[in-house]
Nanobody, 117 residues
Framework: QVQLVESGGGLVQAGGSLRLSCAASGVIFSMNTMGWYRQAPGKQRELVTS???????NYADSVKGRFTSSRDNAKNTVYLQMNSLKPEDTAVYYC???????????WGQGTQVTVSS
């Protein structure tokens, strides 16, 4: 059974930092591209960042220079370090695992991030 469990969300003031984690089980973690998405109320889910099995990353323009994703294949965990947070970063953040060959994907349940002004 595949499970992606996000943690680390919470309430933070603008300018603050949070670190999200996503622990994966039931997948061959090292063969998956891991993505972080977010969905704000009334908006579509959007890609924040992804990191390939080889460690190649890409970021949405809105978070470049502020957010950093990383992964620890030994721990089957991907991280999202979020600095200089803004109120517009408020959303539910979701972790997604996509197998790089089959493209089969799984989602986590999400973790709420709220940034107060």
């Amino acid at each position: 059974q595949v499970q992606l469990v996000e943690s680390g969300g919470g309430l933070v003031q603008a300018g603050g930092s949070l670190r999200l984690s996503c622990a994966a089980s039931g997948v061959i973690f090292s063969m998956n591209t891991m993505g972080w998405y977010r969905q704000a109320p009334g908006k579509q889910r959007e890609l924040v960042t992804s990191i390939t099995s080889g460690g190649r990353t890409n970021y949405a323009d809105s978070v470049k220079g502020r957010f950093t994703s990383s992964r620890d294949n030994a721990k089957n965990t991907v991280y999202l370090q979020m600095n200089s947070l803004k109120p517009e970063d408020t959303a539910v953040y979701y972790c997604k695992a996509t197998h790089e060959r089959t493209r089969i994907a799984y989602w986590g349940q999400g973790t709420q991030v709220t940034v107060s002004s």
